[in-house]
């Protein structure tokens, strides 16, 4: 019998290593073709701006152009979200806080040094 595998055959978990990445067939602990990619860093500019679109008519306001990993923008959103006393999320590497408060946060993210524009209307 042949050595050659079928083209269709791949390794997809080994008792030695665990699980195996299906892209580069490393381990999975090793694999680097998951890891996310850095973000672009944008224009230094942090944008705040008020969305409603898709989201059954709650307002919520978007803070984008933070720089930093998600553990920094973790922080940066949980005492943001503190400061309006409402709740929000990351993701994608934008700030979303639950509610209009637009004065509030070009007031606190210019407190911290940030350059802030408000977007949008």
Do not use: W
Request: net charge positive; with cysteine.
């Amino acid at each position: 019998m042949k050595n050659d595998e079928p083209k269709n055959s791949r390794l997809v978990y080994s008792s030695e290593h665990g699980r195996i990445c299906p892209v580069c067939g490393r381990p999975g602990a090793a694999c680097s073709c998951k890891k996310k990619p850095e973000r672009a860093s944008g224009d230094g500019i942090v944008r705040v701006q008020r969305e409603s679109k898709g989201r059954g008519g709650k307002t919520v306001t978007v803070i984008t152009g933070l720089p930093g990993d998600d553990n920094a923008l973790k922080a940066i959103a949980g005492e943001l979200k503190r400061r309006c006393g409402t709740g929000g999320t990351l993701k994608d590497g934008n700030i979303e806080i639950q509610g209009d408060h637009r004065d509030l946060l070009v007031a606190e993210l210019e407190k911290k040094g940030f350059k802030v524009k408000r977007a949008g209307g």
